[in-house]
C-alpha cells in the first residue's frame, strides 16, 4: 500500500526538492512479505532528496530507524507502524508480539504434545506451500539451524522441487555439515556457497543501481552474493527462514545482560582505541564501544560507529538526530517489563533491516522472496495458542515447539547447538576493497566528508574485526551514496585511479 500525502519541510540533501510525501507497507507480515517499491522508480535518476540524519543510522546501528527510509520523502511502514497513518509528523509505534498483549496462553499441562506439533508442521507446511505454489524452482536459505531445519522439513513435504543453498560465510562458523545431513535425509538437493568477498562486493555493487532503498545490515553483502547465485542457477524464487523470532520470544542470556549493562552512553577520547594492545584486540575494542553505545540500541548486533565518529564523518554534530529517533519507541520500551520484552521490540525495529537486505536484493534481480514463518495463520496460532513453556524453556531454551519438531526427524544437530558471530569474512573484504571504498569516500565527500580520512587513519587496523565491521559498513553505504548522488555505475576494481 503506498499513500502520497502534501510535502512538508524536512532536512535534506541531494539532487531535487521533495515534490510528493510517499509512504510503503513494507511488513513482511502482511502478506507473504512480498512490497511493491515500484513507487520509487526514478528516485535515483535526479528525483533523490537524500536524509543525513538516516546516514547517521546507518553509521551508528546498520540501519535506518524505521519508518524513516534514506530519502528524506518516502517512509516505510514495517510491523508497528500502520501505512495508512501520517508517518512523517508524528509516527505512531505500536509492537504487535508483546506476550503482555496475550490475555492467556493454554496452562503447559492443558496441551499434548503430538498435537501440537502435528498443528504446528501442519500450519508450516501449508504456509510454505502457500508462499511457493507458483514457484517452479524455489531455493531455500538453509542455515542447518533450527528454523531453516524445520522449514526444510516442511519445504520436502509439500515443495520437494526446493534446492537448500548454505552460505560458509567465515572461518568462525561452518555450518556445512549440519545443513548437508538435513538436506540429504529429507531428499532435498544441497549446493553451498563460500564467501569470497570481492566476489560478493563485486554482485553488491552490480545491484546497486536496482536497490530501491538502503540499509547496511551485516548480511547485506552476503544476501547480495546468494541472490545472485540462486539467479545464476536458473532460481525464480527464495525462501527465507526469518520471522519466527517475533512471536517465537528471545530470551536474553547472562552474556548479554552484562552488554547491555556496559552501554553507558560514556563517551571516550578516540586515541584509547590506538593504545598498543587495545586497537590489536577485537574484544577489548569491542568492550570500549559498548560503553558508548545507548543501552538499547546495544540490542542490535555488529560494532557500529561511535556518535562522535559519526558526526566526523558527515562533517556537523548529527547523531543526536539519530540517537532521538528511537523516541518513537520510547512509550514500548518503558512498558516492557523484562529483558526478552525490551529485546522483542528490538527485533520489530531491526525489521527494517532484517528483512530489507533480501527485499533489497530480491527487488533487484526480479526474483520472488517469501518468508514462510510470517505466514498470519501460523505467527497467530503460535503467539496464542502454545504454551510458554513451549515458547521459551527452562534456563532460557528458546523455540521449544521448534526443536521437538526438528526431533521427529534428527538427532541433535552441531549448529543447533552452536553457532558463529559473523557470516561473512569483514577483514577479507577491507585486504580486497580497500582502495575501491576509498575511492566511492572520495566521490562522495559531499555528504561524507570525513569518510576518507577514517579510512586513512585506520588502514592498518583492518584486521581488527571491530574496524573491519565499521569499514564493512562504509562499503556498503557509500557505492549506493555515490549512484544516487551522481547518477553513475559503480567503478569496477580495474577503473580505480593508480594509488
Known amino acids: 500500500m503506498v499513500a502520497n500525502m502534501q510535502p512538508n519541510k524536512i532536512e535534506t540533501l541531494g539532487i531535487g526538492e521533495i515534490e510528493s510525501r510517499v509512504q510503503i507497507a513494507a511488513s513482511p507480515y502482511q502478506g507473504n512479505g512480498e512490497v511493491n517499491f515500484s513507487t520509487l522508480d526514478g528516485h535515483g535518476s535526479g528525483k533523490a532528496v537524500l536524509d543525513p540524519i538516516s546516514i547517521a543510522d546507518l553509521l551508528r546501528n546498520g540501519f535506518v530507524y524505521p519508518p524513516h527510509s534514506i530519502y528524506g520523502d518516502v517512509k516505510v511502514a514495517t510491523s508497528g507502524f500502520d501505512a495508512n497513518q501520517d508517518l512523517y509528523d508524528h509516527p505512531r509505534f505500536q509492537w504487535p508480539f508483546q506476550s503482555s498483549m496475550v490475555s492467556s496462553r493454554p496452562a503447559a499441562d492443558s496441551v499434548d504434545d503430538r498435537a501440537l506439533l502435528a498443528t504446528y508442521h501442519r500450519l508450516l507446511c501449508d504456509a510454505v506451500l502457500r508462499c511457493t505454489g507458483d514457484m517452479q524452482s524455489p531455493w531455500l536459505l538453509q542455515s542447518g539451524g533450527k528454523d531453516s531445519t524445520s522449514m526444510a522439513i516442511a519445504a520436502a513435504e509439500v515443495s520437494p522441487r526446493t534446492t537448500c543453498l548454505t552460505y560458509l560465510g567465515g572461518p568462525e562458523e561452518n555450518e556445512v555439515a549440519?545443513?548437508?545431513?538435513?538436506?540429504?535425509?529429507?531428499?532435498?538437493?544441497?549446493?553451498?556457497?563460500?564467501?569470497d568477498p570481492g566476489r560478493a562486493y563485486d554482485r553488491y555493487l552490480a545491484m546497486v543501481p536496482?536497490?530501491?532503498?538502503?540499509?547496511?545490515?551485516?548480511?547485506?553483502?552476503?544476501?547480495?552474493?546468494?541472490?545472485?547465485?540462486?539467479?545464476?542457477?536458473?532460481?525464480?524464487?527464495?525462501?527465507?527462514?526469518?520471522?519466527?523470532?517475533?512471536?517465537?520470544?528471545?530470551?536474553?542470556e547472562l552474556r548479554k545482560r552484562m552488554l547491555l549493562m556496559l552501554a553507558r552512553g560514556l563517551p571516550?577520547?578516540?586515541?584509547?582505541?590506538?593504545?598498543?594492545?587495545i586497537g590489536r584486540s577485537f574484544k577489548f575494542c569491542y568492550a570500549l564501544g559498548t560503553l558508548q553505545m545507548n543501552s538499547f540500541e546495544r540490542f542490535y548486533p555488529g560494532s557500529r560507529f561511535t556518535d562522535a565518529e559519526t558526526d566526523e564523518l558527515l562533517g556537523r554534530p548529527i547523531a543526536s538526530r539519530s540517537r532521538q529517533r528511537l523516541e518513537t519507541f520510547r512509550e514500548n520500551i518503558a512498558a516492557a517489563d523484562s529483558w526478552e520484552a525490551r529485546r522483542q521490540i528490538s527485533v520489530g525495529i531491526l525489521e527494517s533491516a532484517v528483512y530489507a537486505k533480501g527485499m533489497y536484493a530480491a527487488e533487484a534481480l526480479s526474483l520472488r522472496l517469501v518468508y514462510p514463518y510470517c505466514d498470519k495463520r501460523l505467527r497467530d496460532?503460535?503467539?496464542?495458542e502454545v504454551p510458554d513453556d513451549r515458547l521459551i524453556g527452562p534456563g532460557g531454551v528458546n523455540k521449544v515447539l521448534v526443536r521437538q519438531h526438528i526431533a521427529q526427524y534428527f538427532q541433535e544437530l552441531p549448529y543447533v547447538t552452536a553457532k558463529g558471530s559473523f557470516r561473512f569474512d569483514l577483514c577479507g573484504l577491507a585486504r580486497q576493497r580497500f582502495d575501491?571504498?576509498?575511492?566511492?569516500?572520495?566521490?562522495?565527500?559531499?555528504?561524507?566528508?570525513?569518510a576518507s580520512r577514517w579510512l586513512e587513519i585506520h588502514r592498518d587496523r583492518l584486521d581488527n574485526k571491530y574496524f573491519a565491521s565499521k569499514f564493512y559498513l562504509l562499503a556498503v553505504i557509500l557505492p549506493w551514496l555515490h549512484s544516487r548522488l551522481h547518477n553513475a555505475?559503480?567503478?569496477?576494481?580495474?577503473?580505480?585511479?593508480?594509488?
Do not use: M, N
Open 178 to 195: 549440519s545443513a548437508r545431513l538435513v538436506a540429504k535425509k529429507l531428499g532435498l538437493r544441497h549446493e553451498t556457497l563460500t564467501c
Open 210 to 252: 536496482r536497490i530501491p532503498l538502503l540499509t547496511a545490515d551485516f548480511a547485506s553483502l552476503s544476501y547480495a552474493d546468494l541472490a545472485t547465485e540462486v539467479d545464476l542457477r536458473g532460481g525464480d524464487g527464495i525462501i527465507d527462514a526469518l520471522g519466527s523470532d517475533a512471536y517465537f520470544g528471545l530470551p536474553v
Open 268 to 277: 571516550l577520547p578516540s586515541g584509547v582505541f590506538g593504545l598498543g594492545p
Open 381 to 384: 496460532w503460535v503467539f496464542h
Open 436 to 450: 575501491q571504498v576509498h575511492a566511492f569516500a572520495v566521490q562522495t565527500r559531499a555528504l561524507l566528508p570525513g
Open 489 to 499: 555505475r559503480p567503478l569496477r576494481v580495474d577503473e580505480l585511479p593508480a594509488s
